[in-house]
């Protein structure tokens, strides 16, 4: 069965602080990998993808990739109110399905 | 922009009853996907089509069906509905195959059964 795991939270980080979301997935063929933001009672929403090992950075999102150790992570830097949700890592090898963690809750303090 | 539509926000129903979740998606995409999204659970497949009349079992079908007559659109049948099925449905849909295909998800619809 594969799997895809993330800390449930809630993550509780102040306004403008670096919050660091982790994932960690069973399947060593994963080829893809996601992050989804969904915010409470709203459907998923693509915030990033990476596919290759090292850094993707887009505005004040950057994912990581670590394919040796199966680890993929988002760090959010200057961390806002609006960023409070719940984050969904998602992994796919070259097939149809996408498999989802069941997310990380988000809080940012104002 | 893609757009993915679902027919209900909410829905209630009874015990037994059968229900028709439809989903649209304006894109010309290949792929549809239904899940169902549970607290602390994540969103599990229960479905997916990748063409007309096309259809794969995902990790949790038994009480479910699916059918996919034309390629914009691809409901979900709730044979005889029970209260375990009372979540939240997200149908989604991605434009090929291949590990680089993102999906595209509509805004869900909470099925309570009573």
């Known amino acids: ?110 | 922009d893609v757009k993915v539509t679902q027919s209900s926000r909410y829905l209630v129903k009874r015990t037994g009853e059968k229900v028709f979740l439809e989903c649209v998606q304006d894109m010309d995409h290949e792929n549809m996907f239904w899940y169902r999204q549970d607290p602390g659970l994540g969103l599990r497949l229960i479905y997916f089509s990748y063409d007309v009349k096309m259809k794969e079992k995902g990790d949790i079908p038994e009480g479910y069906s699916v059918s996919r007559e034309k390629k914009e659109r691809f409901s979900l049948i709730l044979e005889s509905a029970s209260t375990n099925q009372t979540s939240m449905y997200l149908c989604a849909s991605s434009l090929s195959g291949g590990s680089t295909d993102t999906q595209y998800f509509g805004p869900g619809t909470r099925l309570t059964v009573l």
């Open chain 1, 1 to 110: 069965q594969k799997e895809v795991e993330q800390n449930s939270g809630p993550l509780s980080v102040p306004e403008g602080a670096i919050a660091s979301l982790n994932c960690t997935y069973s399947d060593r063929v994963s080829q893809s990998f996601f992050w989804y933001r969904q915010y409470s009672g709203k459907s998923p929403e693509l915030i990033m993808s990476i596919y290759s090992n090292g850094d993707k950075e887009d505005g004040r999102f950057t994912a990581q990739l670590n394919k040796a150790s199966q680890y993929v992570s988002l760090l959010i830097r200057d961390s806002q109110p609006s960023d409070s949700a719940t984050y969904l890592c998602a992994v796919k090898d070259g097939g149809f399905k996408t498999i989802f963690g069941a997310g990380t809750r988000l809080f940012v303090k104002a």
